[in-house]
C-alpha cells in the first residue's frame, strides 16, 4: 500500500511549475508529496504552500516548504490532495483524517484539483458508507438527531478516549448510511442543517485522479 502511495505522488511531481501556489493537502499519501516536493525544491523548484491542516502545516515547515496564508487575494494554481474513497463518477468521500472544511474550502478555490490515491480507493457507488461530517459543538446532540432523521447513523468522533477536535474547533460526526444514491444531494440535504459545517462528501470538484497500483499510475479526468 505505501509503496503505491509513493508512486503516485511522486508521479504528481509532474504537476508543478516552478512559481505556483499550491494546495497542499491531508494525509499520508500527501505526505509523500511533501516529501517528493521538498526534493525537488533542492533542485531548484519554487513553490509556496497553503496547507489543509495544522498536521499538512507542520510536515511543510519540517521539509521546508514555504507557506502562504490564504488571503483575499490568494489565487491557488493547484491542490493535491488524498481521498478516502474515490467513486465511479471521480466524486469523493473524505475526512477520515478529520480536515474536509479545509481541504474542501482551498480544494474548491484551487484552479486545478488533483487527487492522488492507492487503488484500494476506488470504489462503485453502492455498499455502506460512513460520511464524515463536522458540526458545531454546540448543541451537537440535535444536530446529531437531525442528521439521523435523514437515514444516518451516527457516531461521534473519538481517538484515543479524546473527543476529536478538528482545527476549526469542531467535532467530527462519522455518519453510516446503507447507500448513497446521489452524493450531491446528499450533501446538500446535511449540509443545509444549522449545526452542520460541511460533509467529507466532494461532488463534481475533481480535475484529475491519479491512482497508484501495482503496474504503476494511471490517471483519470474529472
Ligand atoms: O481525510 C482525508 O480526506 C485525507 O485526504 C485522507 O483520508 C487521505 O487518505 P490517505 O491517508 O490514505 O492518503
Avoid at 461532488?203 to 501495482?214: A, E, R, S, T
Wanted: glycine residues 10%.
Amino acid at each position: 500500500m505505501d509503496d503505491k502511495k509513493q508512486l503516485v505522488a511522486k508521479e504528481a511531481i509532474k504537476y508543478v511549475e516552478s512559481g505556483m501556489t499550491l494546495g497542499l493537502g491531508s494525509g499520508s499519501t500527501v505526505e509523500w508529496f511533501l516529501k517528493y516536493l521538498s526534493d525537488e525544491m533542492k533542485l531548484g523548484l519554487n513553490i509556496v504552500g497553503v496547507p489543509t491542516s495544522k498536521k499538512t502545516e507542520r510536515l511543510a515547515n519540517h521539509y521546508g516548504i514555504p507557506l502562504v496564508e490564504l488571503a483575499k487575494e490568494t489565487t491557488i494554481d493547484l491542490a493535491v490532495d488524498g481521498a478516502d474513497l474515490v467513486f465511479s463518477d471521480l466524486n469523493l468521500l473524505k475526512g477520515g483524517g478529520g480536515s474536509l472544511v479545509r481541504e474542501k474550502l482551498i480544494d474548491w478555490i484551487a484552479e486545478k484539483l488533483v487527487i492522488i490515491v492507492d487503488d484500494s480507493k476506488m470504489v462503485n457507488q453502492s455498499g455502506q458508507f460512513e460520511v464524515p461530517v463536522e458540526v458545531l459543538s454546540f448543541g451537537w446532540e440535535k444536530t446529531k438527531e437531525l442528521i439521523e432523521a435523514q437515514g444516518y447513523t451516527c457516531q461521534l468522533r473519538v481517538i484515543n478516549d479524546e473527543t476529536f477536535i478538528s482545527d476549526n474547533g469542531n467535532f467530527i460526526l462519522d455518519c453510516k448510511v446503507d447507500k448513497l444514491y446521489d452524493l450531491n444531494r446528499a450533501h446538500i440535504y446535511l449540509k443545509q442543517i444549522t449545526g452542520v459545517v460541511d460533509t467529507g462528501l466532494f461532488v463534481n470538484m475533481v480535475d484529475l485522479v491519479m491512482i497508484g497500483d501495482k503496474h504503476g499510475v494511471r490517471e483519470m479526468n474529472g
